[in-house]
Every structure is written in C-alpha cells, then in structure tokens.
C-alpha cells in the first residue's frame, strides 16, 4: 500500500510540473506578445519623428512627452531598448534625434537613479550603449552617472562608468574612479583598465589628473591605472622607473612598472631590469619571468647572455619567456650552439621549441 502511495504522489509531481511548464510556455508567450505591441508602438512614434526630422523639422513636444511618460515604466524601457538595437546609427537623422531626446533622457536618469539596483543598473546599461556621444550637452547628466556609480551594484557601477568613458570629462572620470574605490563592490583592475581604454576624450589630460592622485587609491584601483597608463604613452618612463626600484611598493605595481620598459625601451632600465631576470630565489620568480620577457626590447651582448642564462631557470614560466626574448632579438643560431649542445635538458628542449617554431612560421609565410 504504502508503494502505491508513492507511486501516486510520484505521478501528480509529474502532472503539476506539466501543468506549470505548459502555463509558463502560455505566460511567456502572451508576455513575448505584448512586448511585441510595445515595440510597434514605440518604433511607429520614432519613426514619425525621424520622418520629421528629415525634413527639417524638430522633434514634436508630444513625441517628448510620449517618452517622458511612457519610459518610466521598465517594461516600456525594454521595448525601447528593442527598437533602438534596430534603430540606424551614425546618421545626421538618428544623431538629431538622440540630441532632441537629451532632456528627456535626463529626466528619466534622475527618476531610474531612485529605482532599485537592478533598474538603476538596466537604464544605466542604455547610456552607456545609446546615449552618450561627447556633442551631447550632458553635464547635468555626468552628475547622476556619479551617483549611478555610487551604488553598491556592479552592473549599475560598471555600465555607468562605461557612460562615463563616452561622455564624461577627465575629473568626472577621475571622481568616478574615486567613487568606485571608495565603495564596497569590488571592480576587477582589468574591467577599469580596459574601460579606460575606451575613453574618448583627452586621454593626455585624464592620465596627468590620474597620476597626481594615484597614491590616493587602493592597490587594485592603483594597477589599473598603471596598466592603462602602459598602453596608452611611453611619457612617464621616468615615474615608472621610480615605482619599478621602489621596494616598499605593492609587488604587483612594480610588476606592472617593469612591464611599462618591456612596451617602452628606457636605457636607465636596463641595469634593473638584467638584476631582475638574474635573480634566483625561487619566491622571487616573478621579477624574473616578467624582466626577461620585457629584456625583448633591449638588444645587445649582456642582454643575449643574461636570457641564456635564463634558459637555466628552474622556472618554467621563466625559461619560457627568456626563449620569446631571444626569438624577438632574432639571436642566432650559431649563438645558442652552446645551449643547444648543452647538458641542460630543459634550457635545450626550450630553445629548441621555440627554434623549430620559427622555422615552421618562416615556412608558412615563404609559402
């Protein structure tokens, strides 16, 4: 009896999980319906406007009002969201349009700013992907991005700094950086590096106002500034060669120094940087495997010498590298016979790889 209890309770399980799915494949249905609607609506709206504004017309006040309305609501947001993935990019008439719709943008930024985080964080997502080119007159609008990146949601935080790197000025960015630091969700030091990268404004001016406060922020905050700094100018070879030979610095910002010399060649980083690739404690690996790799940049006898020594390293990342380096410096053959001669199994299997891997390379691009 008790088996046959089981076995009815297994089978209505089964029934109500087939009734939900089938209720919930109807919901989402209906629900994909009315988006649809939506989007109609909204795409002929815009499509008037655009119409108008081809022929020399300004947006119409109703058409600012529509939007002031209508885009409060986030499911509304959504359906605009889906019209402008189609919307036509680039053109004087779509550009005109996002520039007439600025107030109403403003507007609805202030009010999604008071929502909770994951609608602050979805309209500060539409920013950051439609609304922010750098004619816009937006300083009102920088303003509420900051205290869209003071709130403790990464999505929120990480989209409204996107916004930021397309129309911010170099302090806003510089304070946004200093908000997020400040804050309690952390943000990876890749993400700000490679945001950072997309810039578009004067990218001379946003490095010369970070550097003047870099010691203000966390280590994290700290390498990604060094990072970006790394990709974008080899004018502060002097500032980083300071960092590089200070030792009371985080390891990794001075890790972050030496890679700088490896992009940039600065001739009064060469004695340190052969120090570092000849160091042999094992805890200090690191410095090593990063200095032979960044010794690419500087040619010369004492430098071909100190990576074949490298090739010794008990290291494997550091054998590596110095095999890259050689390869860079197009060294030799006959300048690795004693290598390749040698007892040294790994140091020998290492230059041999990388040998036999240019080979192949310069074969394919004879062919």
């Known amino acids: 009896m008790q088996v046959e209890y089981m076995i009815y309770a297994y089978g209505a399980i089964c029934i109500s999980l087939i009734v939900f799915n089938i209720i919930y494949n109807l919901s989402l249905r209906r629900s994909e ?11 002929a709206e815009m499509d008037e406007q ?11 006040e109703k058409h600012l009002d529509y939007l002031s309305g209508k885009l409060k609501r986030v499911k509304n947001l959504i359906a605009f969201d889906r019209v402008l993935q189609s919307f036509p990019r ?17 507007h609805l930024a202030a009010i999604y700013c008071g929502r909770e985080a994951m609608q602050a964080a979805y309209f500060s997502y539409l920013l950051s992907r439609y609304m922010t080119t750098r004619q816009m007159p937006v300083d009102s609008l920088e303003e509420i991005l900051l205290d869209y990146v003071r709130k403790d949601n990464l999505y929120c935080r990480v989209n409204s700094l996107e ?18 630091d400040a804050g309690s969700v952390f943000v990876h030091e890749k993400i700000l590096t490679e945001g950072l990268l997309t810039y578009t404004g004067n990218h001379d001016e946003l490095i010369r106002l970070l550097w003047t406060r870099l010691d203000s922020f966390s280590v994290s905050t700290e390498l990604a500034i060094l990072n ?7 004018n502060y070879a002097s500032e980083m060669f ?3 030979m200070d030792q009371s610095r985080n390891k990794e910002l001075r890790l972050s120094a030496i890679r700088y010399f490896g992009k940039y060649a600065y001739k009064p980083a060469l004695a340190p940087l052969l120090a570092f690739a ?31 020594e490298a090739l010794h390293s008990s290291n494997w990342y550091v054998r590596y590298n110095a095999s890259l380096s050689l390869e860079a410096l197009n060294v030799d053959y006959s300048e690795l016979i004693d290598v390749v001669a040698g007892n040294d199994r790994y140091a020998r299997e290492m230059m041999m790889y990388r040998l036999e891997n240019r080979a192949v390379q310069e074969g394919g691009a004879a062919t």
């Open 33 to 43: 319906s009315r988006m649809e609607r939506r989007c109609r609506r909204i795409r």
């Open 242 to 244: 300071t960092i590089m």
């Open 90 to 106: 680039g053109d004087e008439v779509s550009e005109a349009y996002f520039q007439q719709i600025q107030p109403i943008v403003l």
């Open 50 to 60: 655009l119409d108008r504004l081809s022929r020399g017309q300004p947006v119409d």
């Open 228 to 234: 970006y700094i790394r990709f974008k100018t080899g």
């Open 163 to 180: 916004a930021l790197y397309a129309i911010g000025t170099p302090m806003s960015i510089v304070r946004a950086l200093e908000i997020q």
């Open 278 to 308: 000849a160091e042999k404690d094992p805890a200090q690996w690191e410095y090593a495997a990063i200095s032979v790799s960044s010794l690419a940049r500087y040619p010369g006898p004492e430098v071909v010498q100190q990576l074949k």
